[in-house]
């Protein structure tokens, strides 16, 4: 049977981290993958990743408590408040690291790593290679992996965990490339799945990332926690929400209606354009609700004032992606933007550890919850997230497997072997007529429809019906193929049912949350309630649907106040 000490799932900035950590800490280690590692997510971001250097001569005097404070005001003061705190502490260190490696990052003209303006930031923090800086960061460290010999499974689908009676002691793999199901033992799990955006239809997310990653933990046993809240991207491309980067509007762009305005001065008229992403996205819909839209749909984003020379230096991905997809040259015309669903702030409940309620199970990046960006993440705090919490999740994992014995817990794999077997040849054997894409693409419309930008009781009401009707008619699903290798119809109906569950578990939170903070956003109730809701909710897995609770949320530091930008 397949052993090793430490299984990372997921081989994005967040997985490579921790794999790394693991083996900078003696632990044997390996990372299964879905994807090959530099097609993760990760790759895709394009903006930076925030460190307090103080190397832009506008941020002279940053530092990481400054950075630690807007983190909290960000998230709306939902942060557990030591999280961030260490995040912004650890963010220099960690960004010279990944510079040590060699990653390429852009540089002022005395040869340091050059930094821009980002949303809700006081200061120019966001180091950056020009706008590819994901890809850069994520080539850097697949070589550290190679360095430290670290073994890759490459376009192995994990299904299920495998627990024993004290402890998760591996998971459930799909090799992709012979179609079997494998059990794979370990002293120690950790999942860095990546975000679940495409739960979504207006989604920036790669297709992969799916919510399956998070529902696996969820049904088996570990909580989700603060999964309502959701971020929207301000700038995503009209009409398939690509992404354009905040870096556009950190170099200068612009944000204009269809009257020519430059809007943002009634929303926040001393950050204008760099208000944190919350209060841009919801600006730019209330502009578009109103009228004020291009084709009731977009306004403009504006970089043709910057000219050639900059947005050819700075953001040359942002023009390779509108010429190819819409036929526009920003250098020409202003680019037709719409906010777009792009950052799952909650996830897989963890300390900062990265260890969740079940021992040996871990979990980092994305697909968890420390939590760092409580009710809204800054732009640019998710990258350094990945390898700040990726690095401690590893080295955590490490410590707890030093003891254990090196062995596979055969029973229990065998177990959990049998039984996603079982489970899956009924999935696949379901003898119904229901088409599980055009269940996935009812999941994705209403989504962005009752779970968006603007939420109300009646909306959320009707969407959480739709999620448990989506669910049994998901019951009763066409039959599939079951063998050959790269059986994506196989893995595509897994992930579906990872969609609808979490779904349900957004929905579910959002109701009961009676207030607005950050990303979630209530018409019927439009105020903060620091009296009643200063508090993670927590969603455990029922057959029926989520059971929620609540958890103080840890404020140290810095008392809630009303955020202003
Ligand atoms: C377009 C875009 C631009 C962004 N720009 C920025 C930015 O400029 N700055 C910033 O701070 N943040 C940015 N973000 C957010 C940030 O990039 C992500 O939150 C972060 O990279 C996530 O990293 P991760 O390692 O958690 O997950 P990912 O990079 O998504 O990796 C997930 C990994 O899990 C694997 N996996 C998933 N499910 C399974 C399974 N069942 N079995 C096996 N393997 C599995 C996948 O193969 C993949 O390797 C951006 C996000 C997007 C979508």
């Given at each position: 049977?397949?052993?090793?000490?430490?299984?990372?799932?997921?081989?994005?900035?967040?997985?490579?981290?921790?794999?790394?950590?693991?083996?900078?800490?003696?632990?044997?280690?390996?990372?299964?993958?879905?994807?090959?590692?530099?097609?993760?997510?990760?790759?895709?971001?394009?903006?930076?990743?925030?460190?307090?250097?103080?190397?832009?001569?506008?941020?002279?005097?940053?530092?990481?408590?400054?950075?630690?404070?807007?983190?909290?005001?960000?998230?709306?003061?939902?942060?557990?408040?030591?999280?961030?705190?260490?995040?912004?502490?650890?963010?220099?260190?960690?960004?010279?690291?990944?510079?040590?490696?060699?990653?390429?990052?852009?540089?002022?003209?005395?040869?340091?790593?050059?930094?821009?303006?980002?949303?809700?930031?006081?200061?120019?923090?966001?180091?950056?290679?020009?706008?590819?800086?994901?890809?850069?960061?994520?080539?850097?460290?697949?070589?550290?992996?190679?360095?430290?010999?670290?073994?890759?499974?490459?376009?192995?689908?994990?299904?299920?965990?495998?627990?024993?009676?004290?402890?998760?002691?591996?998971?459930?793999?799909?090799?992709?490339?012979?179609?079997?199901?494998?059990?794979?033992?370990?002293?120690?799990?950790?999942?860095?799945?990546?975000?679940?955006?495409?739960?979504?239809?207006?989604?920036?997310?790669?297709?992969?990332?799916?919510?399956?990653?998070?529902?696996?933990?969820?049904?088996?046993?570990?909580?989700?926690?603060?999964?309502?809240?959701?971020?929207?991207?301000?700038?995503?491309?009209?009409?398939?929400?690509?992404l354009m980067t905040e870096g556009c509007?950190?170099?200068?762009?612009?944000?204009?209606?269809?009257?020519?305005?430059?809007?943002?001065?009634?929303?926040?008229?001393?950050?204008?354009?760099?208000?944190?992403?919350?209060?841009?996205?919801?600006?730019?819909?209330?502009?578009?609700?109103?009228?004020?839209?291009?084709?009731?749909?977009?306004?403009?984003?504006?970089?043709?004032?910057?000219?050639?020379?900059?947005?050819?230096?700075?953001?040359?991905?942002?023009?390779?992606?509108?010429?190819?997809?819409?036929?526009?040259?920003?250098?020409?015309?202003?680019?037709?933007?719409?906010?777009?669903?792009?950052?799952?702030?909650?996830?897989?409940?963890?300390?900062?550890?990265?260890?969740?309620?079940?021992?040996?199970?871990?979990?980092?990046?994305?697909?968890?919850?420390?939590?760092?960006?409580?009710?809204?993440?800054?732009?640019?705090?998710?990258?350094?997230?990945?390898v700040v919490f990726g690095k401690r999740?590893?080295?955590?994992?490490?410590?707890?497997?030093?003891?254990?014995?090196?062995?596979?817990?055969?029973?229990?794999?065998?177990?959990?072997?049998?039984?996603?077997?079982?489970?899956?040849?009924?999935?696949?054997?379901?003898?119904?007529?229901?088409?599980?894409?055009?269940?996935?693409?009812?999941?994705?419309?209403?989504?962005?429809?009752?779970?968006?930008?603007?939420?109300?009781?009646?909306?959320?009401?009707?969407?959480?019906?739709?999620?448990?009707?989506?669910?049994?008619?998901?019951?009763?699903?066409?039959?599939?193929?079951?063998?050959?290798?790269?059986?994506?119809?196989?893995?595509?109906?897994?992930?579906?049912?990872?969609?609808?569950?979490?779904?349900?578990?957004?929905?579910?939170?959002?109701?009961?949350?009676?207030?607005?903070?950050?990303?979630?956003?209530?018409?019927?109730?439009?105020?903060?309630?620091?009296?009643?809701?200063?508090?993670?909710?927590?969603?455990?897995?029922?057959?029926?649907?989520?059971?929620?609770?609540?958890?103080?949320?840890?404020?140290?530091?810095?008392?809630?106040?009303?955020?202003?930008?």
């Amino acid at each position: 049977m397949i052993f090793h000490d430490i299984l990372v799932i997921g081989g994005g900035l967040a997985g490579l981290r921790a794999a790394i950590a693991a083996a900078e800490n003696k632990a044997e280690v390996a990372i299964v993958s879905k994807l090959y590692p530099p097609r993760s997510h990760s790759g895709q971001a394009q903006g930076g990743i925030n460190a307090a250097l103080g190397n832009n001569p506008k941020a002279a005097d940053d530092n990481p408590e400054k950075h630690g404070f807007d983190t909290v005001k960000g998230s709306d003061y939902l942060s557990d408040q030591e999280a961030p705190i260490y995040l912004t502490e650890q963010a220099p260190d960690a960004v010279f690291e990944i510079e040590h490696w060699g990653c390429p990052f852009s540089r002022t003209e005395d040869g340091k790593i050059a930094q821009r303006p980002f949303g809700g930031a006081g200061y120019p923090r966001t180091c950056y290679g020009t706008d590819k800086t994901g890809h850069y960061i994520l080539q850097t460290l697949f070589e550290q992996t190679i360095k430290h010999n670290i073994k890759t499974y490459n376009e192995w689908v994990v299904i299920a965990l495998a627990k024993d009676v004290d402890a998760c002691c591996g998971v459930i793999a799909l090799n992709m490339h012979t179609g079997e199901l494998q059990a794979m033992g370990a002293n120690a799990v950790i999942f860095a799945t990546g975000g679940s955006g495409r739960m979504y239809g207006n989604s920036t997310n790669a297709i992969p990332s799916t919510a399956f990653g998070v529902a696996m933990p969820y049904w088996a046993g570990v909580p989700l926690k603060d999964m309502e809240f959701v971020q929207f991207h301000p700038t995503s491309l009209y009409p398939n929400n690509i992404l354009m980067t905040e870096g556009c509007r950190g170099e200068g762009g612009y944000l204009i209606n269809k009257e020519g305005d430059r809007f943002m001065s009634k929303y926040a008229p001393k950050a204008m354009e760099l208000g944190p992403r919350d209060i841009v996205a919801r600006s730019i819909q209330t502009e578009i609700l109103e009228g004020r839209g291009f084709e009731d749909a977009y306004v403009y984003l504006d970089l043709r004032h910057l000219g050639k020379a900059k947005i050819m230096e700075r953001l040359p991905g942002i023009r390779e992606i509108t010429l190819d997809f819409i036929g526009l040259d920003p250098i020409e015309e202003p680019i037709p933007i719409q906010p777009g669903t792009h950052y799952c702030m909650g996830g897989i409940d963890v300390n900062m550890d990265g260890a969740s309620p079940l021992p040996g199970f871990y979990a980092a990046g994305e697909c968890a919850c420390v939590s760092v960006h409580g009710a809204n993440r800054l732009g640019g705090n998710s990258l350094l997230e990945t390898v700040v919490f990726g690095k401690r999740a590893g080295t955590s994992a490490a410590e707890y497997v030093k003891d254990k014995a090196k062995q596979p817990r055969d029973n229990a794999l065998e177990r959990a072997l049998k039984r996603e077997e079982e489970n899956l040849n009924r999935l696949l054997k379901s003898n119904g007529n229901e088409n599980p894409y055009t269940i996935n693409a009812e999941l994705r419309k209403l989504m962005p429809e009752k779970a968006g930008l603007f939420r109300n009781e009646k909306l959320m009401a009707e969407g959480l019906a739709q999620i448990k009707a989506l669910k049994e008619r998901f019951k009763k699903i066409r039959p599939i193929v079951s063998g050959g290798s790269f059986n994506f119809d196989k893995t595509w109906a897994l992930e579906i049912k990872g969609n609808l569950e979490v779904a349900e578990a957004v929905l579910a939170g959002a109701l009961a949350r009676k207030e607005s903070r950050g990303s979630h956003f209530r018409t019927d109730f439009s105020k903060r309630d620091d009296a009643n809701f200063l508090k993670h909710t927590i969603a455990s897995y029922t057959p029926e649907g989520p059971k929620l609770s609540y958890r103080d949320v840890q404020i140290t530091k810095y008392q809630p106040v009303e955020r202003k930008y």
